[in-house]
């Protein structure tokens, strides 16, 4: 691929989300150092700007939340020449005032995720500062985005569960007592590895379903889930649209650049 076609900003894209571009995209087939990634890398045209995607989840939805194979994902990414991805997302509201069809940009994350591959450095003595795990400036372009569809919130911490079920009426009402607002299956370790490979990254989240533990008489199902996040689609491809638009620079910024004067084991792809 030629610099000049090489998509510097990418949408990491989970249900709904398979035919952002138009019959114009290209794709990519990319292999890894830790395999192939969930499906090709296609590359298109947004707002303007050349845009890669990757269904996180395979093109036929093949892969659950914990067998999706997130550092070739990531990998992938950054070797066509990403460098900062938007990652619309569906979640589960642990707050009854943030119903169905409410858009958050995630600015904390709490990993409650077991055994899933989340670090690139198994050697070399490395240590990413994480402690604010999402770009300020992706988020500030995907906060500006909102569409009058789908009330949005500009922060909001979302905790990552293992999957594939779905949490228990005792887990759900200890995420919210925390003060958590959102729950989520594979926020993590995208984030980190996305900063591992110093590329900026910021959560879109798609509010789908209020947790077990606040609809009493009520439990979270898939098909509802898929549902809701189909119902409100458009608007939400248009915001994710608008936030590629609004991105100011296509580079890293500087707090997501982690290894300045660090000498890492192998090189950046």
């Known amino acids: 691929m030629s610099s000049l076609s090489r998509p510097a900003l990418a949408i990491i894209g989970g249900t709904g989300f398979y035919d952002f571009f138009g019959d114009d995209a290209t794709t990519l087939e990319v ?10 890398i296609t590359v298109g045209e947004v707002e303007g700007r050349r845009v890669a995607f990757l269904p996180r989840h ?17 990998w992938a990414l950054r070797s066509v020449g990403v460098r900062r991805i938007f ?13 169905p069809g409410t858009v958050a940009v995630p600015d904390q994350l709490v990993d409650r995720t077991s055994g899933r591959d989340q670090t690139y450095f198994d050697n070399g003595g490395i240590h990413i500062s994480f402690a604010d795990p999402y770009c300020d400036e992706l988020r500030s372009a995907a906060t500006s985005s909102a569409v009058p569809e789908l009330p949005l919130h500009d922060a909001a911490t979302m905790v ?11 887990e759900s009402r200890w995420f919210a007592g925390q003060g958590w607002e959102l729950v989520n299956m ?16 910021a959560a879109i989240a798609l509010v789908t379903d209020l947790d077990a533990g606040l609809e009493a008489g009520e ?14 689609l458009v ?15 296509e580079g890293t910024c500087a707090r997501c650049a982690v290894h300045e004067g660090v000498t890492l084991p192998f090189e950046l792809p």
Do not use: I
């Not at 292999?31 to 090709?40: E, I, L, R, V």
């Not at 990552?160 to 005792?170: C, E, I, K, L, M």
């Open 31 to 40: 292999d890894t150092p830790y395999g192939a990634p969930s499906a090709p």
């Open 219 to 232: 439990g979270v199902s898939a098909a509802a889930v898929f549902a809701e996040f189909e119902r409100n």
């Open 235 to 249: 608007p939400f491809k248009t915001l994710v649209r608008r936030a590629v638009a609004a991105v100011e620079q």
């Open 186 to 201: 594979t926020g993590y370790p995208e984030a980190v590895l996305a900063r591992e490979l110093e590329m900026c990254y």
């Open 58 to 74: 395979g093109r036929k939805h093949e892969y659950s939340p914990h067998t999706v194979p997130y550092l070739a994902n990531m």
């Open 87 to 99: 990652a619309p997302c569906a979640v589960g509201s642990l707050r009854a005032d943030w119903g």
């Open 160 to 170: 990552v569960v293992q999957g594939p079920r779905f949490s228990t009426r005792a």
